[in-house]
């Protein structure tokens, strides 16, 4: 079946450095990838998504290109901020349901 | 435009019982699904409702069971609780059941079985 494999964490990280985040996916389909993210006691926040082939999702300064030749959408952002503190999860939709990674805890220190 | 509502936020049942966890769609959405995130794990789909009806489901028991109402708000039940039904319950609307359509997520119910 369709599944998400994403990079383990936690990452820690220091202010204003570079995040990445990798994500691969295995589908049958031509499925939709979304980054979601959640924040402590909270549900899950759409970070953003690809719908089709090379296409590129971007929100808040995180981006991630769908790359069908490497069935990955890694997640970038240039300078993180102590804000961007949370858990990240990967996930793909190829029929009706989300498929999620196990999530990658992301720290980031002043 | 208000966004999607669960309640309540937390709930402590013993094991054997039942519960019924509820969840508003965000305006103009007519599909509703539910998902189970135990701790530390990603979140796993239980069901999906389109329009009243069971659109699809995942690899749970019978004994959780789901509606959808008119207005497209929707319930999950659960019975005969088990320890490891322990978890955050998600529901997440959609307008659609397409892949493409995005599903928007409530903050969730803790749900804690003793």
């Known amino acids: 079946g369709d599944s998400v494999t994403q990079m383990e964490g936690p990452v820690t990280l220091s202010e204003e450095a570079f995040l990445t985040i990798n994500c691969t996916y295995t589908?049958?389909?031509?499925?939709?990838l979304f980054w979601y993210v959640q924040y402590p006691g909270e549900g899950l926040q759409l970070l953003l998504k690809?719908?089709?082939?090379?296409d590129k999702g971007s929100n808040k300064g995180f981006e991630a290109t769908y790359r069908k030749e490497t069935t990955s959408f890694h997640l970038e952002k240039g300078s993180v901020q102590v804000s961007d503190s949370a858990v990240y999860f990967c996930?793909?939709?190829?029929?009706?349901?989300?498929?999620f990674g196990a999530g990658t805890t992301v720290t980031v220190r002043a | 435009e208000t966004g999607v509502t669960q309640s309540p936020t937390h709930l402590i049942k013993t094991r054997g019982q039942q519960v019924t966890l509820r969840c508003s769609s965000q305006?103009?959405?007519?599909?509703v699904s539910w998902y189970q995130q135990a701790l530390g794990q990603g979140p796993q789909f239980i069901f999906q409702?389109?329009?009243?009806?069971?659109?699809g489901r995942g690899n749970f028991p019978p004994r959780f069971s789901g509606l959808q109402f008119p207005n497209y708000s929707s319930e999950l039940n659960v019975n005969a609780l088990e320890l490891d039904d322990s978890a955050l319950y998600l529901c997440?609307?959609?307008?659609?059941?397409?892949?493409?359509?995005?599903?928007?997520f409530g903050p969730g119910t803790r749900l804690t079985v003793l």
């Open positions: 409702y389109y329009r009243e009806e069971e659109n």
């Open positions: 690809a719908t089709k082939a090379d």
């Open positions: 996930a793909l939709n190829d029929d009706y349901k989300l498929s």
């Open positions: 997440a609307s959609s307008s659609g059941t397409g892949g493409t359509d995005t599903q928007y």
């Open positions: 589908a049958t389909g031509y499925p939709s």
């Open positions: 305006s103009g959405h007519n599909t």
